[in-house]
C-alpha cells in the first residue's frame, strides 16, 4: 500500500474522478482532496491524497506517465506521500491498548530468577574472582567481597566514559559520598 500526494488538481475535480485516474495502476482508497482558499475564499490550490495498492514496478509506470501531464486544466505533480498522521495515530493507540492487554513482566523477578540459574544466590557468587563478569548478564561482575553488581557508565563533560563498579557494602559510607561529590 502506497500513500501518494497528486497537487496541480483543478478546483472541479471529485474524488471519484481522481480514484477513477489511478484505478488503472492499482487498487485505490481513501481519496483525499484539499482545497486551500485565500480570504475572500477564492481556491488557490488543490491536490489530494490517495492511498493505492500498488507495485513498484507499477508506481514507476503510474508516475511516468501521469506525472507533469495535462489533465482537465491542471498539471499534476504525482510523489510519494508522508503516512496520514491520523492513520498512524489510529495504529499507534491500537498498539498502546494491545500493550496494556499483553501482561507486564515484573524486570526485577526475572532478573533475580536468571541470575540464580548461573548460580548467584542472596547475590552473591561464591568462589569467584573479584572483576568477573556474571555468566549471560553483560554488565555485571563479581566484587571483592563475591557480591554481585551492576558496572555503571558514567560520561564527563568531556564525553570520556569512566566505567566503576560499586556497591554499598563494599565501600564505607565515607567513600561513598566522596565517590558521588566527585562525579
Known sequence: ?????VGGLNHSISQTELQQRFEKF??????DIVTRKDEQGDPVKT???????????ELRKCVSILNKTKWKGGTLQIELAKESFLHRLAEERQQAAEKKRT?????TTH?????????VENFHMKAAVPGTEVP?????????FG???????LKTQGNNKISFCCGTSDLPKQDLLQYSTCL
Open 103 to 107: 501482561p507486564r513482566v515484573d524486570r
Open 147 to 153: 557480591r554481585v553488581l551492576p558496572v555503571l557508565r
Open 47 to 57: 491536490f489530494g491524497y490517495l492511498n493505492i495498492n500498488i507495485s513498484e514496478t
Open 136 to 144: 549471560d548478564h553483560k554488565d555485571w561482575v563479581v566484587s571483592k
Open 1 to 5: 500500500m502506497k500513500r501518494l500526494y
Open 111 to 119: 532478573l533475580v530468577e536468571s541470575l540464580k540459574k548461573v548460580g
Open 26 to 31: 492499482g487498487d485505490v482508497s481513501d481519496v
